[in-house]
Each structure stands twice: as C-alpha cells, then as structure tokens.
C-alpha cells in the first residue's frame, strides 16, 4: 500500500502526464476497483468489462483530484468509479428505465447485499419489500425493469435429458394464428388418437393459449415434463397426418 506522502507524490506526477505515475496509482487501487464492480455483478454484464470501466473511473479520480482535499484518495474514488459504471449501464441499456425506477433498483440491491450478510443467504422479496417498506410487486417490477433484454431464443434451461429449451417455448401466443392454423387443418379427428396425456397438452398449449410453466401446474408435471410430452405429441401429430 502506498503511503499519503508517496500516493500525493503520484497523483502530482500523474497529473503532471506521468504515465507510470498513474499507471501505479491504478495498479495499487485494483482492489478498491474490484470490490466495487462486485456490487454490479449479475445484471447481465461480463465481470471484466466493468471492472475496465471501473479502471476508466478510476483515472478520472487521479487527473481530478485536487490535493488541498482534506479527504483521503479512496474516498473521492470510489463515487467516481461508481459514476462511471452506472452510467455505462444506463446508457448501454436499451431499454429506457426512468431515472425513479433505476434508483429504486439500486436500493433493492443494496439491500440484499445486507441482509445476505445479516441473514448469510439471499433474502426473498418478501423480506427485502419489509425492509424498505414497499409492496413486493414493487420490488419485482424495478427489479425487471433493470435487467437487460433476453432473446426468445436464448434457453431457459436444459432438460434432464440434455435437450434446450427456450424462452419461446414459456410464453403466450399474441395471437390465435396457430389456433386458426391448427383448425383449417381439421385436427379433432387426430386429436383424438392421442393417448390422453398427450391430447390435453396439446389442447392446453395450442388451443387455450397456456404456457408449459401454467400446464406443469394443471397436471401436477414439472415444466420438463411437459416440454417432452409436447415434442412426443407433435411427433406423433405429424406421423399421423402423414399416413391420414
């Protein structure tokens, strides 16, 4: 660690255009840079590339600190690294949060970094709405707001049998095309020569518009479950109308 004498040496050089000056000035706060990026970590950003925005806020900490300052270096730092990740994340997000939402987010997460450390686990949302003296809903929905965007590509999970399954396959329709679909196609009469499981899986997912989360529930399966009995039904679907 460097001492105040040694560091305001370097901050003087540094700031003079000293470039090893500075470089060990940022090398001495790596530390102070990573404990604050830990605080930014699963929002859907890789570690390393704020840990180098973090470095980029840093920089700026040593060109503007003024040294008749009668605060330590680290002090006037650290809201300064902080600044400079937060603003990366809002101006990389392009979805548009407003400014309310985006604080509200930042307090539910600094809250569950202290219950985490009060309770040692992740707090629920229940707990965490207690402690800021909010609806859970609330919590919830400044929590989604915050997250970047995911593909309808992109996999949920895999099954137990390695298969993928993607977030297409978890939502609703946003419209009855596949019904209509379905329907020109005269599909009761192969409907019926589905063993039953099958048969209201389908009619479930095509016909009532459920999601496989929603029909997991219904028959008591687990959305895995159901993932496979959809691929089995539709199989045995287009076997059928082959030899119809």
């Given at each position: 660690?460097?001492?105040?004498?040694?560091?305001?040496?370097?901050?003087?050089?540094?700031?003079?255009?000293?470039?090893?000056?500075?470089?060990?000035?940022?090398?001495?706060?790596?530390?102070?840079?990573?404990?604050?990026?830990h605080r930014f970590t699963n929002r859907g950003?890789?570690?390393?590339?704020?840990?180098?925005?973090?470095?980029?806020?840093?920089?700026?900490?040593?060109?503007?600190?003024?040294?008749?300052?009668?605060?330590?270096?680290?002090?006037?730092?650290?809201?300064?690294?902080?600044?400079?990740?937060?603003?990366?994340?809002?101006?990389?997000?392009?979805?548009?949060?407003?400014?309310?939402?985006?604080?509200?987010?930042?307090?539910?997460?600094?809250?569950?970094?202290?219950?985490?450390?009060?309770?040692?686990?992740?707090?629920?949302?229940?707990?965490?709405?207690?402690?800021?003296?909010?609806?859970?809903?609330?919590?919830?929905?400044?929590?989604?707001?915050?997250?970047?965007?995911?593909?309808?590509?992109?996999?949920?999970?895999?099954?137990?049998?390695?298969?993928?399954?993607?977030?297409?396959?978890?939502?609703?329709?946003?419209?009855?095309?596949?019904?209509?679909?379905?329907?020109?196609?005269?599909?009761?009469?192969?409907?019926?020569?589905?063993?039953?499981?099958?048969?209201?899986?389908?009619?479930?997912?095509?016909?009532?518009?459920?999601?496989?989360?929603?029909?997991?529930?219904?028959?008591g399966l687990s959305q895995v479950q159901i993932?496979?009995?959809?691929?089995?039904?539709?199989?045995?679907?287009?076997?059928?109308?082959?030899?119809?």
């Amino acid at each position: 660690m460097l001492g105040d004498e040694e560091l305001k040496d370097l901050i003087q050089q540094a700031q003079a255009g000293n470039p090893i000056a500075k470089e060990r000035i940022v090398e001495q706060n790596f530390n102070l840079v990573r404990s604050i990026v830990h605080r930014f970590t699963n929002r859907g950003y890789e570690w390393d590339d704020l840990f180098q925005i973090g470095c980029i806020g840093l920089i700026k900490a040593i060109e503007r600190f003024d040294l008749k300052f009668s605060v330590k270096f680290s002090t006037y730092a650290v809201p300064m690294i902080i600044g400079e990740i937060r603003r990366f994340i809002r101006d990389d997000n392009p979805v548009k949060v407003s400014r309310p939402v985006k604080e509200l987010a930042y307090r539910v997460h600094k809250i569950q970094e202290k219950l985490n450390g009060t309770l040692g686990r992740e707090p629920t949302i229940g707990e965490v709405a207690k402690e800021l003296a909010l609806a859970p809903q609330e919590i919830v929905s400044a929590l989604e707001a915050v997250q970047p965007p995911a593909s309808l590509y992109d996999n949920a999970f895999h099954d137990d049998g390695g298969d993928s399954i993607p977030l297409l396959d978890q939502i609703k329709a946003s419209d009855r095309q596949d019904n209509i679909y379905f329907d020109s196609l005269v599909l009761k009469e192969v409907l019926s020569r589905l063993p039953p499981k099958e048969r209201t899986v389908i009619v479930l997912r095509f016909f009532e518009d459920k999601t496989q989360a929603e029909i997991a529930t219904i028959l008591g399966l687990s959305q895995v479950q159901i993932s496979r009995i959809e691929k089995q039904a539709l199989k045995l679907l287009r076997d059928f109308m082959k030899t119809s």
